[in-house]
């Protein structure tokens, strides 16, 4: 175990080296479009082009992440040496920052496609261990429904149910910060631990198709569930507060804004503010946050939705298309602390189309105001560490 820890540490050092020495200045450019967002500075989504800061503290939260840091090094110390040294990155590598719903390049990490039945098992144990029920059931059925998508679109190469990648940054630990990735299509989690602490954003959640009627996975169905809340959000509202809340009736497009590499959108406040909603549309609005929040395990989860209830009144819900069961739609939930998208989106597999349809789904859970990827923990986890190794000499 010692050797084992002895060259995880080792190969954490080796590959930021290597990283270091490979990537462009600003980013890996690897990932197509997105490379001009990576040659930026970190920043996070901001209001106002402000981040509001004093909104995150290192604390204790109560929650252990004992079971956390058990299934990751369990899955780490089931790997090959070779699978190891490709899976590893600093914790404060560009790595967090590169992830793509997109297929169309090489990720890094070890691939479920590359990995033995009990390897594929650790694996999901990690999950386990990080998310609730929900959470890893609606990450499997997402990974089932791009099987189905291979499917339909007969497309082995781009798409599949094993198509998904995992790194670890930095060393798990109980105390020192580190976190996973999954990273794949339609299916993106970005988990970020220090000590008791988790921020789970970004999360990318989706599919196309949503339901799987025929093949290996029929009967497989997802987003049904956070598709349905915001519905009831908007249809619970009054005329005029469906008026301040509609930012247009009609949906023609794709209209998610925080996807890949989105991590210093300027985004303002708009809608309705959960200030004007009654109690029972501001539960409403709570369920539909717990919805996204809640594919965290249970303790976490309850530790984000404090930290989403004391920001309730400046939570803003808006809305882009029809109120109907049946319409089509687009829906955003934007506090200081959370930002929710839902979209329904244009078909691009197995066929294109025009409109948008409620086969393909987009969903984004992310941390306004610099704590995506727990960067503004990280940052206080570094300046106490700076200040105390300063203090001792």
């Known amino acids: 175990m010692l050797r084992r820890n002895i060259f995880i540490l080792l190969s954490i050092a080796a590959v930021g080296i290597l990283t270091a020495l490979a990537q462009p200045p600003g980013g890996r450019g690897r990932r197509g479009g997105g490379q001009a967002s990576l040659k ?22 109560g929650v252990s992440t004992e079971p956390v840091v058990k299934a990751a090094k369990a899955f780490l110390a089931g790997l090959t040496e070779d699978q190891t040294l490709k899976t590893i990155f600093p914790v404060d590598d560009i790595e967090w920052r590169s992830w793509d719903n997109r297929h169309f390049y090489k990720r890094r990490g070890v691939g479920f496609d590359e990995m033995n039945e009990q390897q594929r098992e650790l694996a999901f144990g990690l999950l386990k261990a990080s998310l609730s029920a929900k959470g890893v059931k609606q990450s499997q059925d997402i990974m089932k429904l791009n099987g189905t998508l291979a499917e339909l679109a007969n497309n082995f190469d781009e798409y599949g149910e094993w198509l998904y990648w995992i790194t670890i940054m930095g060393d798990p630990s109980p105390t020192k910060p580190w976190g996973w990735q999954i990273d794949g299509h339609h299916l993106i989690i970005n988990y970020f631990v220090l000590g008791d602490q988790v921020v789970m954003s970004p999360v990318f959640a989706g599919s196309e198709p949503v339901h799987a009627t025929s093949g290996k996975f029929k009967g497989t169905l997802v987003m049904q569930d956070e598709q349905a809340r915001g519905l009831a959000v908007i249809q619970a509202l009054s005329k005029e507060q469906q008026q301040t809340a509609v930012l247009s009736s009609v949906k023609d497009g794709n209209n998610a804004l925080a996807q890949a590499y989105k991590d210093n959108l300027d985004l303002d406040y708009a809608g309705l503010p959960a200030s004007r909603m009654n109690d029972k549309q501001k539960s409403l609005l709570l369920d539909a946050i717990h919805e996204f929040v809640g594919t965290m395990n249970d303790g976490h989860a309850k530790v984000k939705m404090d930290e989403v209830q004391q920001h309730l009144d400046r939570t803003y819900f808006a809305w882009v298309g029809g109120t109907t069961d ?68």
Not at 354 to 371: D, F, K, M
């Open 326 to 393: 049946n319409s089509v739609y687009y829906y955003r939930i934007h506090s200081p602390v959370v930002l929710i998208e839902f979209d329904h989106e244009r078909r691009v597999a197995p066929f294109r189309s025009r409109e948008p349809t409620r086969e393909h789904i987009h969903a984004l859970l992310r941390t306004p105001n610099g704590n995506d990827y727990g960067k503004d923990l990280l940052r206080q986890h570094f300046e106490r560490n700076h200040k105390a190794a300063a203090a001792a000499n």
């Open 40 to 61: 930026e500075p970190f920043r996070g989504i901001a209001a106002g082009g402000k981040i509001e800061a004093g909104l995150f503290k290192v604390k204790s939260t």
